[in-house]
């Protein structure tokens, strides 16, 4: 009875797989005909090596290497990791959107220009030396929390 169950198991698997490979196959024709496509899976494959680029930044003090002996720890050193990412991506993202506003008082700028940024960037963060928090006073001087942008037209000479 087990070993009946075991083959049908087995052989419902193994149509997976070819069903997976048929699957792989089209994907890769459509891929190889479809200029379109390339164009857009390289920008996702772009954006993935991004962040993972961003990643090995933030972690480079390290080597790169997860040295705690637990697997407790090792997860969370991991998610330590993804933090400080997205919280980077985030800074990045609202400073881009303030940016972007301060930028539209002064001219137009088009929605399709938009496409080209990413808040994955990392040289302006300050990843190692020393950090200095504003105290609740100072962000509370910004009526947002936010320091100031540079003006608009300095921003244009840069």
Excluded: C
């Excluded at 496509?37 to 290497?65: C, D, M, P």
């Excluded at 997860?75 to 539209?104: D, K, P």
């Amino acid at each position: 009875m087990v070993l009946k169950r075991r083959s049908r198991i087995a052989r419902v698997a193994a149509a997976l797989r070819e069903l997976g490979r048929l699957e792989r196959t089209l994907f890769t024709l459509d891929w190889i005909e479809d200029l379109e496509l390339r164009r857009q899976t390289s920008r996702e494959l772009n954006k993935g090596e991004s962040r993972n680029s961003l990643a090995r930044a933030v972690f480079i003090h390290r080597l790169g290497e997860i040295r705690d002996r637990t697997y407790e720890n090792q997860q969370h050193r991991a998610s330590g990791l993804n933090l400080l990412v997205t919280a980077i991506i985030l800074w990045n993202t609202r400073y881009l959107n303030r940016a972007i506003a301060a930028l539209r008082e002064v001219e137009e700028v088009p929605d399709h220009l938009l496409i080209h940024l990413s808040p994955l960037g990392w040289e302006h963060v300050n990843l190692t030396g020393d950090y200095v928090w504003a105290s609740a006073d100072q962000l509370a001087e910004n009526r947002d929390g936010f320091r100031p942008l540079r003006p608009a037209p300095a921003l244009l000479a840069a």
